[in-house]
């Protein structure tokens, strides 16, 4: 097995392992590891066709010490509780979704790209139903599992300024919807808009809120910030999935003394901005360099210069320093698996 390291891609590629656990007659089985990549799967299970999934998205790193460090690992565990709760699957205990990254790691370190090459293992967590219903009704049985697969960086031009479509036609998630949980549907209702922004040249769009379209929601598939005023500004809204990125770059943006707003952030605001970007666990930070609002024929420009503003890049390297072990990690955001 040879991986080019420096040029992987953010995509699947197969790796030794992964695990599983099924929930059966009201309670969880033992955790199984298995090569396949295939899940035997009833015709007529809920994932199929009412939805009842739900994902997470993390990573392991691999420090200069050679330690592999995980990520506030009991962030993603509480999210996907809330998806299941939101909608109506069984609740994967803390203990078995820590178990499970500790073992599917483990038994893939041969996959975890070196420090300094910028890539990590990537994790995604699915917890779908699996029983058989044909009414509309939740599953009484479930599978959990867990893949890993090595990833590059999610944009191919690296940590560059990027352009983003100010998206009114279409909405990811409404006010009292299932924008706050990491479910499946959310990304089905946004392939359109999403394919729509990629063809005019865009690399995601931004939602405005689905009631009044005044306010920012989510930028793609990741959650929106702004700088101005020494400040950190990100959206607050029901229909936002809550990002661990975006609570944590709140945190160090803390540190160093910039000051933090939660707050509906109004589209024309966007002129006021020195820095945006958008975050999450896949980009870490996407700086962004152009919006252009496609209703008011107006395009919001920043880093002019071509490269992303002083705060993005303060906060990116502090993030992505704690998450690699090259800086201190203060709040115990790290568990090293080994
Ligand atoms: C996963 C996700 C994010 C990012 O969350 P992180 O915990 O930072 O990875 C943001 N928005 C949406 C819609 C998501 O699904």
């Not at 009991?74 to 699957?89: E, H, L, V, W, Y």
Request: net charge negative; with cysteine.
């Amino acid at each position: 097995m040879k991986i080019d390291w420096k040029n992987l891609p953010f995509g699947y590629m197969p790796t030794d392992y992964n695990v599983r656990c099924y929930y059966r007659g009201g309670q969880w089985g033992e955790l199984e590891i298995t090569s396949s990549e295939y899940i035997p799967l009833h015709m007529a299970a809920t994932s199929l066709h009412y939805g009842q999934e739900a994902f997470e998205g993390m990573k392991a790193y691999m420090g200069q010490d050679r330690k592999i460090r995980i990520f506030r690992w009991q962030d993603n565990a509480g999210r996907m509780a809330n998806s299941a709760i939101g909608i109506k699957m069984a609740v994967v205990p803390d203990e078995l979704f820590h178990k499970a990254i500790i073992t599917v790691v483990n038994l893939n370190k041969k996959y975890i790209p070196p420090y300094g090459t910028g890539a990590a293992l990537y994790l995604r967590p699915l917890l779908i139903g699996t029983g058989a219903e044909v009414g509309v009704k939740p599953a009484s049985e479930y599978l959990f599992m867990i893949f890993v697969t090595p990833v590059g960086p999610y944009f191919k031009e690296g940590f560059k300024p990027m352009n983003m479509l100010i998206c009114r036609s279409f909405d990811r998630a409404a006010p009292m919807g299932t924008g706050h949980i990491k479910v499946g549907g959310n990304y089905a209702a946004s392939l359109v808009s999403l394919e729509k922004g990629h063809e005019q040249g865009y690399a995601s769009v931004i939602y405005l809120d689905a009631r009044e379209k005044k306010y920012i929601d989510e930028c793609g598939p990741a959650n929106f910030f702004g700088i101005k005023n020494n400040t950190y500004i990100t959206p607050d809204s029901s229909s936002i999935l809550p990002s661990i990125t975006n609570k944590s770059l709140m945190t160090l943006a803390g540190d160093i003394g910039i000051k933090v707003e939660k707050r509906p952030v109004p589209v024309d605001e966007l002129a006021s901005f020195d820095e945006v970007g958008a975050c999450g666990t896949a980009a870490v930070i996407s700086p962004i360099g152009k919006i252009f609002d496609p209703d008011t024929n107006i395009t919001y420009e920043y880093c002019k210069d071509g490269n992303p503003g002083p705060v993005s890049v303060n906060l990116y390297n502090k993030l992505t320093g704690i998450q690699y072990g090259d800086e201190p990690d203060p709040y115990g955001w790290i568990e090293i698996v080994d």
